[in-house]
């Protein structure tokens, strides 16, 4: 059991822990636009970028476990800073890697740094939640988020504006370290016994919400990966402003989960639950069934539902007693994770077989899962 020392809840490991949040968001999304420099000076196909890219996964996945279970031993503040910094050191050396070998050496590292940032920020952010007595999980969310999109926008203006990639990425390594250094101070110091084990096979609740994380990242990274797809291919749209339904569905999800926390104290988590997987639902079906243009609020509905139900998760995945939190955050990590790496190809292999609007249909369908199993997946255990 992890002792917090002293009080969890204060403005400053509230500030800790947004800062942990938008590490991981921007320290991810800084990589994106390296990809195409990466594959041009190594001179792969598509094929072999694939395989060089599932490294990535590989190392955040095969982290997690780990990740959770030294959040417990340790506490989480080790694992976000040691997380951090490896994202600060690898991400410069992703632009600058000379062979394949060497590439998917660093990727890993990357994406094992990814994987403790995740964790480990998502066991801190439990901690000072507990430690407030009010939901907070949605608002902390919500600075992945904004990393995202400045990490995003940073490096594609930096690249656009004719600076090397060696130059764009160590100037975002810059900025990494900076988040570092005032995170730092302001993470809660933790006593852990040293008795959490290693691996705890998920089970009951903990297997539960996984499942349903799994559900919502395959969803999230559906729209990412055929969003503009879709409206090209179903809805006529011309590809120059295909992107327009990703961007709606981004901002929305942003909007809501800065505003999720104070709603779900209104409304109380089991109901935000349902409520924000009822929303999804109707977003997705709006996609499918609306004519163009009016199919883009549906790309709204999607993103104001989805914006909540993950930081809800994880917050269950926090109270459960069934098996120590910090295992059972890098659990459902896991299955999200694996949700967004199968969700792109479950939806291409149904979309090519039945058609993409089946497959948007399948997404809906998994969605009221969700809805369904809201009750039992907010009781406590």
């Given at each position: 059991?992890?002792?917090?020392?002293?009080?969890?809840?204060?403005?400053?490991?509230?500030?800790?822990?947004?800062l942990a949040f938008f590490i991981a968001g921007f320290g991810t999304a800084c990589w994106a636009p390296l990809v195409p420099y990466v594959k041009t000076r190594l001179g792969v196909d598509e094929a072999g970028l694939g395989l060089l890219l599932l490294c990535l996964g590989v190392g955040s996945v095969l982290t997690m476990p780990a990740a959770g279970a030294l959040s417990g031993r340790i506490g989480a503040r080790a694992v976000v800073l040691a997380g951090s910094l490896g994202l600060a050191v690898t991400l410069p050396l992703l632009a600058v890697a000379p062979t394949s070998t060497a590439i998917a050496i660093v990727l890993f590292a990357f994406g094992a740094s990814i994987g403790a940032v995740d964790v480990g920020a998502n066991v801190h952010a439990v901690e000072v939640q507990e430690a407030a007595g009010i939901p907070l999980m949605s608002n902390f969310h919500g600075l992945y988020s904004v990393g995202g999109l400045i990490g995003a926008a940073g490096m594609?203006?930096?690249?656009?504006?004719g600076l090397a990639p060696s130059v764009a990425s160590l100037a975002a390594a810059v900025i990494l370290a900076l988040a570092i250094v005032v995170a730092s101070p302001r993470l809660l110091r933790t006593r852990a016994e040293d008795h959490t084990p290693l691996f705890v096979r998920p089970r009951g609740i903990v297997l539960l919400i996984g499942l349903l994380a799994f559900v919502m990242f395959l969803t999230e990274g559906a729209m990412l990966d055929w969003g503009a797809v879709f409206l090209t291919e179903n809805k006529d749209f011309p590809a120059?402003?295909?992107?327009i339904g990703y961007a709606l569905f981004a901002g929305a999800m942003t909007i809501g989960r800065f505003t999720g926390d104070r709603f779900t104290r209104l409304v109380g988590a089991r109901n935000m639950l349902l409520i924000g997987a009822a929303l999804a639902t109707i977003g997705l079906l709006k996609i499918i069934l609306m004519p163009a243009p009016l199919s883009l609020i549906g790309f709204l509905f999607v993103g104001l539902g989805a914006a909540n139900i993950v930081p809800l998760l994880f917050t269950q995945a926090g109270r459960?007693?069934?098996?120590?939190?910090?295992?059972?955050?890098?659990?459902?990590?896991m299955f999200g994770y694996a949700g967004v790496l199968l969700g792109p190809a479950l939806v291409g292999f149904v979309g090519k077989a039945f058609g993409l609007s089946i497959a948007f249909g399948m997404l809906a369908a998994m969605v009221t899962v969700?809805?369904?199993?809201?009750?039992?997946?907010?009781?406590?255990d």
């Open positions: 059991m992890t002792i917090s020392i002293p009080s969890g809840d204060t403005p400053g490991t509230r500030l800790a822990t947004r594609t203006g930096a690249l656009s504006a120059s402003q295909a992107g459960q007693k069934v098996m120590p939190a910090g295992l059972a955050i890098a659990a459902m990590s969700v809805a369904a199993c809201s009750r039992r997946a907010t009781q406590p």
